[in-house]
């Protein structure tokens, strides 16, 4: 059965991708960081080399505190590291000003949360138009087209002048899925999205996550559920801030 709509035809054409440093849409070389606290320091990622290819869809696995939501923001930019280098997309990231980071990850990144971060006092149209708004993206008549595009992508379009606090946690999720798709960015990051959902709605967004790879989306989703992780091409696990496991093998730099 067909659960979403993937084939329909976007009202904007995608801006493909750039590749990186060494051919990968992802290259992270030699990344550590190292957080300060009251307790000293301690260091969440420990030399990672990493290469994901355009149209990759990569799960990242490891215990709580292994480093992997560290990893995903530091794809994203939200983390800068103390060292080594992140390249994404033709961007050397980690040399961006935090301005620059801004404006380059609304325009190449769209991240989907755990927790939806839906903001509450927006319809489910208008946080989709949000990222579009941001980044000054299609004029104000193709903004709201785009929105119901893809909100219709993820079976979410008749809902869509209703709050979040309306929507179920699946419909949340949908929602914001198709939020981060907004831009048209090359790359999604998700994480832990399926972790507030039942098994069901789980497997429904995990499907949809597969439909966008198959349309040429490269997708990084970092998740506990090692059943749905068995189902990925191409899997990855950390473990105390170090890759112990990349399957298939990526090739090196």
């Not at 103390?82 to 991240?111: K, P, Y």
């Not at 507030?196 to 709605?201: I, M, W």
């Not at 090692?226 to 990526?250: M, N, Y």
Request: proline residues 5%.
């Amino acid at each position: 059965m067909e659960m979403f709509k993937l084939h329909r035809t976007a009202p904007e054409t995608s801006r493909g991708h750039a590749l990186g440093r060494n051919g990968h849409l992802i290259d992270l070389l030699q990344i550590v960081k190292t957080f300060e606290g009251a307790a000293g320091a301690f260091t969440a990622l420990q030399g990672i080399d990493l290469h994901v290819d355009a149209g990759d869809f990569v799960t990242v696995n490891g215990k709580s505190g292994s480093g992997k939501s560290t990893l995903l923001n530091m794809i994203a930019g939200i983390d800068r590291p103390t060292s080594g280098e992140v390249w994404v997309n033709g961007s050397a990231v980690h040399r961006l000003s935090e301005g620059q980071v801004a404006i380059w990850r609304g325009r190449n990144v769209g991240i989907v949360f755990q927790f939806f971060q839906l903001l509450p006092t927006l319809t489910a149209l208008e946080n989709v138009m949000l990222p579009m708004d941001f980044c000054n993206l299609y004029s104000d008549g193709e903004r709201e087209r785009r929105a119901h595009y893809l909100l219709g992508l993820v079976d979410m379009e008749p809902r869509a002048d209703k709050l979040p606090s309306a929507l179920s946690g699946g419909e949340q999720q949908r929602v914001a899925i198709a939020r981060a798709l907004a831009n048209d960015p090359p790359l999604i990051l998700a994480d832990e999205p399926t972790g507030n959902l039942d098994s069901k709605t789980a497997a429904i967004v995990f499907c949809l996550f597969e439909e966008l790879v198959q349309q040429g989306k490269t997708v990084v989703i970092v998740t506990h559920d090692k059943e749905l992780a068995r189902t990925v091409p191409h899997q990855i696990e950390i473990t105390d801030g170090r890759i112990t496991s990349d399957w298939p093998a990526t090739p090196s730099a």
